[in-house]
């Protein structure tokens, strides 16, 4: 009897251990299916949110162009051109008068370009745009700009202004979009 007994705890053992290794083995199996079938929802996923984001960045558009003897054909037109980006630095810092005391205003201004104006001539201008824009958000109120709303008036005037300036100075408006990345008020 005595010598049964670790013969049962080693089967014991044995048991366990084979258990082990063939829930192991399942569970690498079930893993790897699952890694392996979401991986193509994935790059779909991804394509398509691609497509929404810029559905004509990778695509090229096709135009009717019509010659002389009057027929038409089709002719490869440019896509999209990409934007281009430029960041006022250091952030804009203004006061802003309010009701029952002097607040402040801080925002981070990124300009767009998409059209032939390069990030180098928005640089050439930046001390320029800057001014004009710091001379805008110090006079705007506080109880103006606390709003949704007034936070977008605020972004088309910043555009106007800025794109007045490209205007003046290099006879096209340049900058497509100003973009508020930041925007801090108290």
């Given at each position: 009897m005595a010598e049964n007994q670790p013969k049962s705890s080693l089967n014991k053992i044995l048991i366990i251990l084979l258990g082990t290794l063939t829930f192991l083995c399942i569970a690498m199996t079930a893993s790897l299916f699952l890694l392996i079938k979401t991986q193509p929802q994935e790059q779909a996923a991804a394509a398509s949110v691609s497509e929404?984001?810029?559905?004509?960045?990778a695509k090229e558009v096709k135009a009717e162009?019509?010659?002389?003897?009057?027929?038409?054909?089709?002719?490869e037109a440019p896509a999209n051109p990409k934007p281009q980006f430029y960041k006022l630095k250091p952030a804009i810092v203004v006061n802003v008068p309010a009701i029952d005391k002097t607040r402040y205003l801080?925002?981070?201004?990124?300009l767009m370009a998409r059209k032939g104006t390069s990030v180098e001539t928005i640089e050439a201008y930046g001390p320029l745009?800057?001014?004009?824009?710091?001379?805008?958000?110090?006079?705007?109120?506080?109880?103006?700009i606390?709003?949704?709303?007034?936070?977008?008036?605020?972004r088309k005037k910043a555009l106007e202004a800025v794109q007045r300036?490209?205007?003046k100075n290099t006879g096209?408006?340049?900058?497509?979009?100003?973009l508020f990345t930041n925007f801090v008020s108290q």
């Open positions: 929404v984001v810029a559905p004509n960045a162009v019509v010659h002389a003897e009057g027929a038409k054909s089709e002719k801080q925002v981070d201004v990124e745009i800057r001014n004009d824009l710091i001379t805008l958000f110090s006079n705007e109120k506080y109880e103006d606390a709003t949704a709303e007034g936070k977008e008036q605020l300036i490209m205007k096209d408006v340049g900058v497509d979009q100003v």
